[in-house]
């Protein structure tokens, strides 16, 4: 069964006070994995994607990182407007439907992240 | 232009209520999805529209019924709904084909629905 584990679970940084935030995978064969940042009672945002390991992506004050069983999501001198929930997703080998159009994203629990200043 | 949008942005319904809730993209995006999330939850696939065909079901109840009119439209019609299907519903969609760059899925702002 694919499985997608975040950690930590929630992450208090003062403002300026760089970490990262993990997402490990189980899955029978990656297609891609996938960033977004969600604020409260909103819809998730897309940050990245990545799809093979080695991959890095950069977004202001963020950087996604892949290898073949994790991601980490590198936040360099968080800012307050960073605070929100980061949910990593992983789309797997043959999930994909019909045409190929369209495809199942598995999601982890996410990272509650709050920057304090 | 990612934007999809999503109407009504709340909606508070009973238990014997009939209501639809609507989605709608213009980025010529071919693949419709239904979310459902819970509090400190990650969105749960209700439903995927594929070219306008529903292509997956995960075992939604009945009482949640999909429609996708055209490419950019998706209704999600609901009825006698219980007090726990109470959450943040999204849509979302993502673009047609087999490359890389086809596969992320861009999510509207959500409905939050409560049921009485």
């Known amino acids: 069964e694919d499985q997608v584990t975040q950690s930590p679970e929630a992450l208090r940084l003062q403002e300026g006070e760089s970490s990262s935030l993990n997402c490990s995978y189980t899955v029978s064969g990656l297609r891609g994995l996938f960033w977004y940042r969600q604020d409260p009672g909103k819809g998730p945002e897309f940050l990245f994607t990545l799809y093979s390991a080695g991959e890095e992506k950069e977004k202001e004050r963020l950087k996604a990182t892949l290898t073949k069983k994790e991601s980490f999501l590198h936040i360099t001198a968080p800012k307050p407007e960073d605070s929100a929930t980061y949910l990593c997703a992983v789309q797997v080998q043959g999930s994909y439907i019909n045409t190929g159009t369209a495809s199942k994203l598995t999601f982890g629990t996410g990272t509650r992240l709050q920057v304090t200043l | ?116």
């Open chain 2, 1 to 116: 232009d990612t934007e999809v949008t999503q109407t009504p942005k709340h909606l508070v319904m009973g238990m014997t209520n009939k209501k639809s809730l609507k989605c709608e993209q213009h980025m010529g995006h071919r693949a419709m999805y239904w979310y459902k999330q819970k509090a400190k939850k990650p969105p749960e696939l209700m439903f995927v529209y594929s070219y306008e065909k529903l292509s997956i079901n995960e075992s939604v109840p009945s009482r949640f019924s999909p429609e996708c009119p055209n490419s950019s439209l998706l209704n999600l019609h609901l009825h006698a709904l219980q007090p726990e299907d109470s959450a943040l519903y999204l849509c979302a969609s993502s673009q047609d084909g087999f490359g890389t760059s086809y596969n992320e899925q861009f999510f509207g702002p959500g409905t939050r629905l409560t049921v009485l």
